[in-house]
């Protein structure tokens, strides 16, 4: 069986400063939305930023930090996986949302307009755990882990 790979890595600013809630066992969790930008042609040799806007859910220390730490306008790193979400609203009609479960949270600049982080090559301020549990309802996995493959002669490279 081939081996497959659920990863994002972002860097983008924060839209608002992150919302915190707590599962029923008290996990923390900690949502907010990053923005990135890519500069697009606009036409007849113009050039426009488009920004695009990511969910972004941490779990357990790395959330703890992040509620502590970010506010809206941050510079940070994420590094996780994605996960899509469905349910069905109040007349009845089925809804998606896919957001990145972060693993590794990394805050880029101190948070006063002066980034220390990946532009300037220095290491960032604080670092999120690696190591996330499981997350609790209302947050399930919606796919099972993948198992290691037994035998490595299949693979064609």
Request: aromatic residues 8%; negative net charge; hydrophobic residues 30%.
């Amino acid at each position: 069986m081939a081996r497959t790979l659920n990863k994002v890595i972002l860097i983008g600013r924060l839209g608002a400063d992150p919302d915190v809630r707590y599962t029923q066992s008290g996990l923390p969790v900690v949502r907010f939305n990053l923005a990135t930008n890519e500069r697009v042609p606009a036409g007849e040799g113009n050039w426009e930023d488009r920004t695009e806007w990511h969910r972004i859910v941490v779990f357990g220390k790395a959330a703890e930090n992040c509620a502590n730490y970010l506010s809206k306008g941050r510079l940070v790193y994420v590094e996780g996986r994605l996960r899509t979400n469905q349910w069905e609203d109040a007349q009845g009609i089925r809804r998606y949302t896919t957001e990145i479960v972060a693993s590794d949270v990394g805050f880029l600049d101190s948070g006063r307009d002066a980034p220390v982080g990946a532009e300037t090559g220095q290491a960032p301020l604080q670092r999120g755990s690696r190591e996330q549990p499981r997350p609790e309802e209302p947050f399930p996995d919606s796919l099972p882990e993948m198992s290691e493959p037994h035998d490595n002669d299949n693979i064609p490279f």
